[in-house]
């Protein structure tokens, strides 16, 4: 009680004296509740000791449970709690014991657990925890691109100036008028400084994998993916994948979409996209780049592929499914079918009707760039799709209604 008013008494010449007056406002208002708070407790201690002297040696237990609770209170962590009360702690388990406990526990349950004590937060943030609930629940929708970007994120955070750098503006001043108050009284030592506009300062980001899950998880993350039919299955769009950045909704266990401008569009939002509409981008060719075809070689009819397409050049480029069909000279007959020793592989959407310029496009085997025209579009790179979790994708989304 008596250091908490030294510190009122300190920090109201400090605030006198005007050489951090912002500062010193948000502080003494912090201050003031914690007096009044103590305030309450030690009239709270003075009733209870009119009822000692009241009631003599009877209510002396009563008196020692009082300390006895405030004491448990107020230990700095767990174990010390434990012990003080000579109850066992789960502690006190075996260390093979306590990780298979941690192991079968919910990222939920698991994120708890670490704010109990700081001998349990050390077990756990450990990433072979989180690794697994990682790629359990986001593994399908993160790739390199993902992972990169996560990095970048993180020293981004944590540089000088960055968003979670408390070095900037008057961070260093406030430390250390902190750090002098916390001498004359220890409560100042659990005050969190604020970041700029006042708000308080979260979790500092590290490069731990508890911290990507749970900037994922509350969608502070914005991660780079591929979306199916974007833009609500705009029939513009249908049977294409397209680039974009996704940030995870957890009220609606679904994300939202952010599409980069093209032409004269500006960023497009999408809400609402569902997880079977998400995948990791298969390479780590960039939207504007084209795609080192490698597979032109083996291609036959019948196989599926996805094939990168866009509008003009200054469009993006989308992968868009389709199968490898027969030449025009050939009758399809499997025994006498030659079409995979020619120069020219015919490419067949035949999400399209039977007429449309989108059913087919031919490109060369042995020289394949990039082809087309402003009124048809621009064909890019090939990839053969080999798994049949791929084609099975493609099916699942194929239209109720042939395309024109």
């Known amino acids: 009680m008596l250091n908490l008013l030294a510190a009122f008494v300190f920090a109201c010449l400090l605030f006198l004296s005007k050489p951090c007056a912002r500062d010193m406002r948000l ?26 002297s009241a009631a003599g040696s009877e209510a002396m237990p009563l008196m020692s449970s009082f300390k006895r609770k405030r004491a448990a209170a107020t230990v700095e962590n767990a174990e010390e709690a434990a012990a003080a009360a000579g109850e066992p702690s789960v502690l006190d388990l075996p260390e093979l014991a306590i990780d298979c406990i941690l192991e079968r526990l919910p990222p939920a349950e698991l994120r708890s657990m ?7 937060r050390e077990r756990c943030c450990g990433d072979h925890l989180w690794e697994r609930h990682m790629s359990a629940k986001w593994g399908r929708v993160l790739g390199r691109a993902a992972r990169d970007e996560w990095r970048a994120h993180v020293a981004s955070a944590t540089e000088p100036g960055g ?34 506009g006042g708000k308080a300062s979260g979790p500092v980001l590290d490069d731990s994998i508890m911290s990507w899950y749970l900037s994922m998880e509350t969608g502070k993350f914005w991660f780079p993916a591929q979306v199916y039919n974007r833009e609500h299955g705009h029939v513009g769009f249908m049977m294409s994948c397209y680039d974009a950045e996704l ?6 266990d679904s994300f939202r979409a952010r599409y980069p401008p093209h032409g004269r569009r500006t960023v497009v939002l999408e809400d609402g996209v569902q997880w079977d509409r998400v995948r990791a981008p298969p390479v780590d060719t960039l939207a504007h780049d084209l795609h080192a075809s490698d597979c032109l070689h083996e291609l036959r009819p019948g196989d599926h592929i996805e ?55 031919l490109v060369n085997r042995k020289d394949h760039r990039e082809e087309g025209n402003e009124g048809d579009g621009f064909y890019g790179g090939i990839r053969k799709l080999r798994s049949k979790d791929d084609i099975s994708k493609w099916r699942q989304l194929w239209p109720t209604d042939i395309l024109e």
């Open 27 to 52: 502080f003494l208002a912090s201050l003031c509740q914690q007096l009044v708070l103590s305030l309450l407790g030690f009239l709270a201690g003075l009733r209870l000791l009119g009822g000692v």
């Open 114 to 120: 670490a704010a109990v004590c700081r001998s349990m």
């Open 163 to 196: 968003a979670g750098s408390a070095s900037g503006g008057g961070g260093g001043k406030r430390r250390r008028w902190l750090a002098a108050l916390s001498c004359v009284c220890p409560v100042v030592s659990w005050m969190r400084p604020k970041a700029d």
């Open 247 to 252: 940030s995870y909704d957890f009220h609606t």
């Open 307 to 361: 094939i990168q397409w866009r509008r003009n050049k200054d469009f993006p480029y989308g992968w868009w499914y389709g199968v490898v069909g027969h030449l025009e000279s050939c009758d399809g007959n499997e025994h006498f079918c030659r079409c995979h020793l020619s120069d020219t592989v015919v490419l067949e959407f035949n999400q399209y009707t039977l007429g449309s310029r989108w059913r087919q496009a």
